[in-house]
């Protein structure tokens, strides 16, 4: 990409931000600004903080230190259930769909009015339905909208959650490894979906191990290991440094 | 033969119901219309209790024990606002306070009464889940009542309080057990709308994804603690309107209804009906009331065991529910 | 050792981090201030009601202490709550009774009959699946189960001739302790004599070892089954025992029978809670319909006598009790600290996949953790019934407070057990020194909720467990 675009504003900038596990130093001290177009990679061995990273951003796990700008306001402790007013969704590395509901509602759950009072006996809205249908019918499981969600495939489970994040609509997206374990059907689709997402303008953040589809994907990448950045940049310039080379191989 | 079998297996939800509903119906009729009231009534009330405990237990997912509590703080609250004052209490036990007032205008103070006490047990419980929520609401119930039975000037301690107006509306006052029956019906009724109304809103998949996984759906934006506590004030509220209802319906009310282990039993009315099912609930009521009541019918059963013979048995049905059917007769959700 | 944190879900994300500074930190320390205070205020004005106290607490807490436990070694090994256990408690208590009351009551055949089968299934399946796997290589498959079964049965029906004839539990247990202490014997003088006898090479001396072995074991079991019968005080003791392996037992058929298969594909700690609740009612009502709802007297085994001290006054028995916590404590500390059973079971308590991918029959240990556990919840019943009046519910109670004891101690730690317990019984018997005695579950409670809130790795929780 060209460097206008890595330098528009980030939607999503961290500064200094740790978390510790015990003595175990998860993320250390991590200042990343996220460009706010196109798809931005991060990777890293494992236990390299990847995964808690995102944790960190979505309010998930809670801060030990640091700050997390986003949506231009400054925080500290980022609370998971205002991550969607700030703009930001994500999905979860093991999928964390609502097991012993239906795919129809683990989508229409995502819809509804957010405080208590008006959802108490708010009844689902037609254009919730709609966007509802809309959503199943894109990741393909309008067919399978009757059934539980815990007897799905384990790809169906991954599109499901994927069309739940993108039934929020936010501005920014955090996808964690979303394409481990998939066929490689299934992985076109996912590819698809975020590809479209990407160019209807929104941020997307993902986690992945496979070089090759952070190289077809990413315009941006980020290199962590062990809770701190290795490198940042554009891929094929990072992915070639040599100490990016080295934390891989001596992994 | 193969193909009955599988109708059956597919059908098993409606033919447990038409077996529970049927069996329950020729067994109260064949006992007499008297019998079927008054069993009718209080299986009513225990299905208004189980139908508000099923949306914490079967619809949020936390197994609460601390619903006699609630069904006792209302029927305390009913008990001493309608105390009549022209019936003269023994000499030998404490006067309380009698206010007389009368029974439907003592309700609605019941169900708020306890809707605060749950919303303040509420912001200790909601921190807590699984079998830690268990233990802990357990302790609510051990309070409470110690409340009923430490309390003096108010509960009269374990004398109990037998001056309990029955609900009356201008000159109509049901003292006919059919005429209660009525009332029990048109609570139960509006209890069951209320639910329908709550379960299948978004409210209530809220409470059902909040069951399955608190963290994520806090991710989509959702405040699980306010949903939690809402849910738990209104299960609340209706364990008080069943318990206001009890005590108008035995017109005398004692500490030891509300002994802790009595808890276990309306839980077991949620397990056994089917978790996440309202209908279950009602089905589940239907066969812990016939239980006790038939106990009494069984031939060869000594006298005096009957109560214990009903523990026993709801323990095994619990056992063998878990072991082949953890969501219940009709359940929508598996623990 | 953090497994028991999922149950409470974290409060407010991202607070100060736990310091004296902190909100948390001085809500604490106000209120251990303020304990201290309340603590002395009473000993200036009332110093022997305060002796008294303590030593109520002491009391309360030898219980607790024994509860906790128990819990602590089927909690930490298997990670759910069981209730199932307060039922073990009341049985083992009323095995006792059933051997003390018998003028009250006859004897049924069919109960006699349901107590020896029981034991005969549970012994069966433990030669089966513990003893037999060992002499697989050295016994032909039939005869070994044949042998086995024969064996389980007889003992099984010994079992119920020994529960249909109550009041002649000495006779009919002496043949029993006689042969114990024959093999006792055996097994000593075998293990520490024979090595050094068969250095000598000698044939002769060899049989003259083993004769000399056999009339020992002769002599000394039978000495040891007369005395057995012929001393009335040894009756308490024994049905006290067989109590405890009774519960023992049915912990073992009921792990086998419910509680095997629903591991398997629990979801939630829930199932296994609901499951063991049925259990538990089933059980307490069993024995409600045998024995009747009311409050039961044992006799007091070492008399009524009060001793006194520090102002106060404490039965004996009180005093047998405070130390019966520490045995049992030495015990399973021992026993999971420098045993390889304990090596496996603190194994299976890390993670049990694994323990099962490295050879660890997990079954069979979580098994004969159920069997110990349930055992001292039998013990801890038997103490609880000769220091006070029996009730079928008495163990529901003192389990939760148990589970309280062993929570604000710190989950999943043994000294923590001990240290909640001593801790429980002091607070619910100082805090209703101004209120009154019924308030001690509910402070029993609001204590374990403070802790739970403030504290939720108890009071030895590790630096790991309070971040």
């Given at each position: 990409m060209t460097t206008s675009e890595t330098q528009a504003p980030s939607a999503l900038q961290t500064d200094k931000v740790s978390k510790h596990f015990g003595a175990v130093r998860a993320v250390d001290e991590l200042s990343i600004a996220i460009p706010s177009t196109g798809m931005t990679s991060i990777v890293g061995p494992n236990g390299s903080g990847k995964s808690t990273l995102v944790n960190l951003l979505s309010g998930t796990l809670p801060l030990d230190g640091g700050l997390v700008i986003i949506d231009g306001k400054g925080l500290r402790v980022v609370h998971a259930f205002e991550t969607p007013d700030h703009g930001l969704t994500r999905t979860f590395q093991e999928v964390r769909l609502f097991d012993q509901i239906t795919v129809w509602d683990n989508i229409m759950v995502v819809l509804t009015s957010r405080p208590w009072l008006p959802a108490l006996f708010e009844r689902a809205k037609p254009d919730y339905k709609q966007k509802a249908e809309e959503i199943l019918k894109k990741v393909g499981m309008?067919?399978?909208?009757?059934?539980?969600?815990?007897?799905?495939?384990?790809?169906?489970?991954?599109?499901?959650?994927?069309?739940?994040?993108?039934?929020?609509?936010?501005?920014?997206?955090?996808?964690?490894?979303?394409?481990?374990?998939?066929?490689?059907?299934?992985?076109?689709?996912?590819?698809?979906?975020?590809?479209?997402?990407?160019?209807?303008?929104?941020?997307?953040?993902?986690?992945?191990?496979?070089?090759?589809?952070?190289?077809?994907?990413?315009?941006?990448?980020?290199?962590?290991?062990?809770?701190?950045?290795?490198?940042?940049?554009?891929?094929?310039?990072?992915?070639?440094?040599?100490?990016?080379?080295?934390?891989?191989?001596?992994? | 033969m193969n193909q009955s079998a599988r109708f059956l297996r597919e059908n098993i939800e409606m033919v447990l119901t038409i077996v529970i509903i049927g069996g329950a119906i020729a067994f109260m009729l064949s006992q007499g219309v008297r019998f079927t009231i008054v069993t009718g009534t209080i299986i009513g009330i225990y299905a208004i209790l189980g139908i508000g405990l099923n949306l914490v237990i079967g619809y949020t997912g936390l197994l609460s024990v601390a619903h006699i509590g609630f069904f006792g703080v209302g029927a305390y609250t009913v008990a001493v606002l309608t105390t009549d004052p022209n019936i003269e209490p023994p000499k030998s036990i404490d006067v309380i306070p009698a206010i007389g007032m009368p029974w439907f205008a003592a309700l609605p103070i019941a169900i708020v009464l306890t809707g605060i006490v749950a919303l303040l047990a509420g912001f200790v419980f909601n921190r807590f889940r699984d079998d830690v929520f268990a233990l802990t609401t357990f302790g609510f119930a051990l309070i409470a009542l110690g409340v009923f039975r430490n309390w003096l000037p108010v509960t009269r301690?374990?004398?109990?309080?037998?001056?309990?107006?029955?609900?009356?509306?201008?000159?109509?006052?049901?003292?006919?057990?059919?005429?209660?029956?009525?009332?029990?019906?048109?609570?139960?009724?509006?209890?069951?709308?209320?639910?329908?109304?709550?379960?299948?809103?978004?409210?209530?998949?809220?409470?059902?994804?909040?069951?399955?996984?608190e963290q994520a759906i806090e991710v989509f934006g959702y405040k699980a603690t306010y949903y939690k506590l809402v849910g738990w004030v209104i299960s609340a509220m209706i364990a008080a309107l069943a318990g206001a209802l009890m005590a108008g319906l035995i017109e005398f009310i004692e500490p030891t209804s509300y002994v802790p282990l009595e808890s276990i039993l309306i839980v077991s009315i949620v397990i056994i009906g089917g978790l996440a099912s309202l209908w279950g609930s009602v089905l589940g009521a239907t066969v812990f009331v016939l239980l006790e009541e038939g106990m009494r019918f069984v031939p060869g059963l000594p006298v005096g065991i009957e109560g214990q013979a009903r523990w026993a048995i709801l323990g095994l049905l619990l056992i063998v529910l878990m072991l082949f059917r953890p969501q219940g007769l009709v359940g929508r959700y598996k623990l | 050792m953090l497994k028991h944190l999922k149950s409470i879900t974290p409060t407010s994300g991202g607070v100060a981090p736990n310091g004296v500074t902190s909100p948390k930190g001085i809500a604490v320390s106000g209120g251990v201030a303020i304990a201290i205070g309340?603590?002395?205020?009473?000993?200036?004005?009332?110093?022997?009601?305060?002796?008294?106290?303590?030593?109520?607490?002491?009391?309360?807490?030898?219980?607790?202490?024994?509860?906790?436990?128990?819990?602590?070694?089927?909690?930490?090994?298997?990670?759910?709550?069981?209730?199932?256990?307060?039922?073990?408690?009341?049985?083992?208590?009323?095995?006792?009774?059933?051997?003390?009351?018998?003028?009250?009551?006859?004897?049924?055949?069919?109960?006699?009959?349901?107590?020896?089968?029981?034991?005969?299934?549970?012994?069966?399946?433990?030669?089966?699946?513990?003893?037999?796997?060992?002499?697989?290589?050295?016994?032909?498959?039939?005869?070994?189960?044949?042998?086995?079964?024969?064996?389980?049965?007889?003992?099984?029906?010994?079992?119920?001739?020994?529960?249909?004839?109550?009041?002649?539990?000495?006779?009919?247990?002496?043949?029993?302790?006689g042969v114990l202490a024959a093999g006792a014997v055996i097994a000593l003088l075998s293990g520490l004599l024979r090595p050094r006898v068969s250095d000598l090479n000698s044939t002769a001396l060899n049989y003259l070892f083993v004769l000399f072995t056999a009339a020992a074991a002769i002599v000394l079991g039978a000495l040891a089954g007369w005395i057995i019968s012929a001393s009335p005080q040894a009756n308490l003791t024994l049905s006290a025992a067989l109590g405890i392996v009774v519960v023992g037992c049915i912990s073992l058929v009921l792990y086998r029978g419910i509680f095997f298969y629903l591991r398997r594909r629990a979801r939630s700690p829930m199932i296994m809670l609901v499951a063991s609740l049925g259990v538990m009612i089933t059980l307490i009502a069993l024995v409600v319909i045998i024995f009747t709802a009311q409050a039961h007297d044992l006799p007091d085994p070492l008399g009524t006598d009060p001793i006194n001290m520090l102002g106060g006054s404490v039965k004996g028995f009180r005093i047998f009790m405070w130390g019966a916590v520490i045995g049992v404590f030495a015990i399973v500390a021992l026993l999971v600290n420098k045993t390889k059973w304990g090596k496996m079971v603190r194994a299976i308590s890390d993670d049990e996949e694994v323990a099962m991918v490295v050879g660890i029959n997990t079954s069979v240990v979580i098994a004969s953790v159920f069997f110990?556990?349930?055992?001292?919840?039998?013990?801890?019943?038997?103490?609880?019934?000769?220091?006070?009046?029996?009730?079928?519910?008495?163990?529901?109670?003192?389990?939760?407070?148990?589970?309280?004891?062993?929570?604000?101690?710190?989950?999943?730690?043994?000294?923590?057990?001990?240290?909640?317990?001593?801790?429980?019984?002091m607070v619910e018997n100082f805090g209703v020194w101004w209120i009154a005695s019924d308030w001690k579950d509910a402070v029993a409670f609001i204590v374990l909720i403070l802790f739970l809130l403030f504290r939720p790795g108890g009071i030895l929780a590790s630096k790991q467990d309070r971040t």
């Open positions: 309008w067919e399978k909208r009757g059934a539980l969600a815990q007897n799905l495939s384990y790809g169906q489970r991954k599109l499901l959650e994927i069309g739940r994040a993108m039934a929020m609509e936010v501005k920014v997206y955090l996808f964690d490894e979303p394409f481990a374990g998939l066929f490689p059907q299934m992985l076109e689709r996912v590819k698809d979906l975020m590809k479209e997402m990407r160019d209807q303008g929104h941020t997307i953040v993902f986690i992945e191990h496979n070089m090759d589809i952070v190289r077809e994907l990413s315009d941006h990448i980020f290199v962590l290991d062990s809770g701190t950045l290795l490198a940042e940049g554009e891929v094929e310039d990072v992915l070639n440094r040599p100490e990016v080379i080295e934390a891989y191989l001596g992994d | 301690g374990p004398f109990g309080i037998r001056e309990i107006a029955k609900p009356s509306i201008g000159i109509w006052d049901f003292n006919e057990p059919w005429e209660y029956l009525v009332i029990v019906m048109f609570f139960l009724v509006v209890v069951l709308i209320i639910c329908w109304l709550i379960v299948h809103s978004s409210f209530g998949r809220v409470l059902t994804a909040i069951r399955e996984d | 309340l603590l002395a205020l009473m000993l200036v004005l009332d110093p022997d009601r305060f002796g008294q106290t303590f030593l109520n607490g002491m009391t309360s807490a030898s219980i607790y202490g024994i509860m906790a436990i128990g819990f602590t070694l089927q909690y930490s090994t298997v990670w759910y709550f069981d209730l199932s256990y307060a039922a073990m408690s009341t049985t083992a208590a009323y095995t006792v009774l059933h051997f003390h009351s018998s003028s009250t009551r006859d004897p049924s055949l069919v109960f006699s009959s349901v107590v020896g089968l029981l034991i005969a299934v549970a012994l069966a399946w433990t030669l089966y699946t513990w003893v037999y796997p060992r002499l697989r290589h050295r016994l032909p498959r039939k005869p070994a189960l044949v042998i086995g079964g024969a064996f389980a049965a007889g003992i099984g029906i010994y079992t119920g001739i020994l529960f249909a004839n109550p009041e002649e539990l000495n006779l009919y247990i002496s043949p029993l302790i110990l556990g349930s055992a001292i919840f039998g013990f801890s019943g038997v103490l609880m019934g000769l220091d006070t009046a029996i009730r079928p519910t008495m163990g529901f109670i003192a389990l939760l407070k148990g589970w309280i004891a062993a929570t604000i101690g710190g989950l999943g730690n043994l000294r923590g057990a001990i240290v909640g317990a001593l801790f429980l019984g």
